[in-house]
């Protein structure tokens, strides 16, 4: 009678974890891209008619409520512009996704999330700095803090959480250094902010590198191109970190932001980046 008691309890056993397993699992060919930095990445170009077109398989998880567009954070959406918030513009996320999906095999689905914030320093990110950093924001920058509920990493994360019940993380994206601008720490900065992201949940390095962007180069007029020789040495501080070159990336005359064809440009780089990646670790 134990012996019979027991089986049953191991079959039950067996059963609800088979039902758990289930009602979590992902979708390994729904890969996910988390997105952040400051306003080249929230994005600072005026989309045309041609980056409004719908692409199939390419999604965004809402950060924020934008009743215009019809949107609620934490809900899945087609992949269009504006993807940070209800009133920014092209980002480098948007180009980077789209070849992304041409690239990729037709049962590769691609999604990202984006929560930037123009003019922010890396510490923004940093949980040990957050909250004296929102504390002595300026007042233009206070409205973009409060989309994020004053907490953009946070945010972040938390959407990351809901993206993961549907599909799996594969990349982190990063595009931000104008306000660190000779910061030699700032590859030290990014390092405690991407591991913590691994941990917070619950990733492992070698099967999520972090791309970052190089910033508007001297030779297209960028006044904060000197960080880019810092941004470049990232890879010796984090190994899983890959630089994605912004040169032929046009910018639009104040030294500090891409046109949209430079935003394009700088997308289709990341995308190029990430399927060297894809590449290595499928052989």
Known sequence: ???????????????YSLTVTAAFAQNKNFHIYLCFGQSNMEGHGKFEPQDTLPVKRF????????????RQ??????????????????????????????SLPENIEIAVINVSVGGCHIQLFDQDSTANYVAKAPDWMKFMLAAYDNNPYKKLVALARIAQQRGVIKGILLHQGESNTG???WPNK????????????????????????ELLSAADGGKCASMNS???????????????????CAGIGDGLH?????????GKNYAISMLKILKKTQQ
């Open 59 to 70: 999604h965004l998880l809402e950060a924020v409520d934008c009743p215009e567009l019809g």
């Open 183 to 185: 910061d030699r720490d």
């Open 230 to 248: 810092i941004i470049q040495t990232l890879p010796a501080t984090l190994p899983t970190a890959h630089i994605v070159s912004s040169a032929g």
């Open 73 to 102: 954070s934490g809900k899945w959406y087609p992949a269009q512009p504006p993807i940070t918030r209800c009133h920014t513009g092209l980002t480098p996320a948007d180009y980077f996704g789209r070849t992304l999906v041409d």
């Open 258 to 266: 891409f046109s949209p064809a430079g935003y394009r440009q700088l």
């Open 1 to 15: 009678m134990r012996q019979k008691s027991s089986q049953i309890l191991r079959l039950f056993m067996l059963l």
């Open 190 to 213: 990014v390092k405690k902010l991407y591991q913590n992201m691994l941990n917070d949940l619950q990733l492992k390095a070698e099967n999520v590198p972090l791309l970052a962007g």
